[in-house]
């Protein structure tokens, strides 16, 4: 079965800290896309980066970056000298595109609340 | 560019009262999604919409109707409102598998 845990519920730090979100993935396919959103205090749900899961080059866009590391099945994000701004809750998403599904069937982690103090 | 359009963006109805929530994308998407956010639950898929004149169930469908008017509209109904409603409910849409959905505003229900 398909499965994302994001065993971290709530995390805070202190503003220009570094912080990583842990994302674990479960699933039985080759073939799959994994996902990272963001959901500001205002309360829409925005995309950060896809990635698939033949590609397991980091990825690092201004202060955010990803490390996938299929041996671990972990997708991880790391948020570098953090802001007030990037406080939300963040989820991390797999599609698994090896299933015979007709739609894009997204399973969703739990989330987690990460509170920047100034 | 608009992504997607949900319309109201905040609803208070009363138990038993019907209302329909509206979704339009305007990127040429060929699926959507109906989501419902709630505390420690997550989102939970409630309706799809594979591709124009499909639809089916998700998770938790149980009060709600769907109807995928065209391919840019999917809404979503429910007929007879209760307080478990309550919600913030998320219309999605994605190109194909894979490709991730791109999620509307939000719409806050509450049912009194």
């Known amino acids: 079965a398909q499965k994302v845990t994001q065993a971290q519920t709530e995390i805070s730090v202190v503003e220009k800290e570094d912080v990583t979100l842990d994302c674990v993935y479960e699933?039985?396919?080759?073939?799959?896309?994994l996902f990272w959103y963001k959901q500001p205090p205002s309360g829409e749900l925005v995309f950060l980066i896809r990635r698939n899961s033949f590609d397991e080059q980091n990825e690092i866009s201004g202060r955010y970056s990803w490390n996938f590391q299929k041996s671990t099945s972990s997708f991880n994000f790391t948020i570098t000298a953090s802001q007030v701004v990037d406080s939300a809750v963040y989820f991390c998403a797999l599609s698994d595109v090896g299933m015979k599904t007709s739609y894009d069937k997204v399973i969703f982690g739990p989330g987690t609340s990460l509170s920047v103090i100034p | 560019n608009a992504g997607v359009t949900q319309t109201p963006k905040f609803q208070v109805l009363k138990t038993g009262q019907s209302m329909t929530l509206q979704c339009a994308q305007d990127?040429?998407?060929?699926?959507m999604y109906w989501y419902r956010q709630d505390p420690g639950m997550g989102l939970r898929l409630i309706y799809y919409?594979?591709?124009?004149?499909?639809?089916d169930k998700g998770e938790v469908p149980n009060g709600y109707n769907v109807s995928r008017l065209n391919k840019r509209e999917f809404s979503l109904r429910l007929e007879s409102a209760a307080p478990s409603q309550t919600s913030v409910y998320f219309c999605?849409?994605?190109?194909?598998?894979?490709?991730?959905?791109?999620f509307g505003s939000g719409t806050r229900l509450t049912v009194v």
């Open positions: 999605a849409s994605s190109e194909w598998r894979g490709y991730g959905y791109t």
């Open positions: 919409s594979a591709s124009e004149g499909t639809t």
């Open positions: 699933t039985r396919d080759t073939t799959y896309y």
């Open positions: 990127m040429n998407h060929n699926s």
